[in-house]
């Protein structure tokens, strides 16, 4: 009876640890589905961001184009504005030239005896400067 007695006892030990184990492996099929849907969860929310910083990073793109156009745009009108000015200021010059060339030759002619004492007398400054 001895025999009977623990061996009914032991079986119990066996079906208490059976089931133990096999609540623990629930326990644990549990934890792994939880730590699969964490998982997904993780990377949807990854995969929102990215998407989010590549919407900013194209934005950013567009901007950063625009603002160089604009910066091209101003320069190539700033640089047509100083050519024009440029040229108004060398036609002002060409006019002012040609005003003191019509000038010179019109007092030659309305004084050439004066003329040609000033032309003299440069004449005899400069061979003395140079002769020195």
């Known amino acids: 009876m001895a025999n009977g007695l623990f061996s009914s006892r032991s079986k119990t030990l066996r079906n208490g640890l059976s089931e133990e184990a096999q609540a623990v492996e629930d326990q644990i099929a549990e934890l792994r589905e939880e730590i699969a849907a964490l998982a997904r969860v993780l990377a949807d929310d990854a995969s929102s961001r990215a998407g989010s910083i590549r919407k900013k990073a194209r934005a950013a793109k567009a901007e950063v184009s625009d603002a160089a156009h604009g910066l091209k745009d101003r320069a190539e009108n700033d640089i047509r504005d100083m050519i024009s000015a440029g040229e108004d200021i060398l036609a002002e010059l060409q006019d002012r030239y040609q005003d003191s060339g019509r000038k ?12 040609l004492g000033i032309a003299a007398a440069a004449g005899f400054v400069l061979a003395a400067l140079l002769r020195r």
């Open 104 to 115: 010179a030759r019109q007092a030659v002619q309305d004084h050439p005896l004066t003329t």
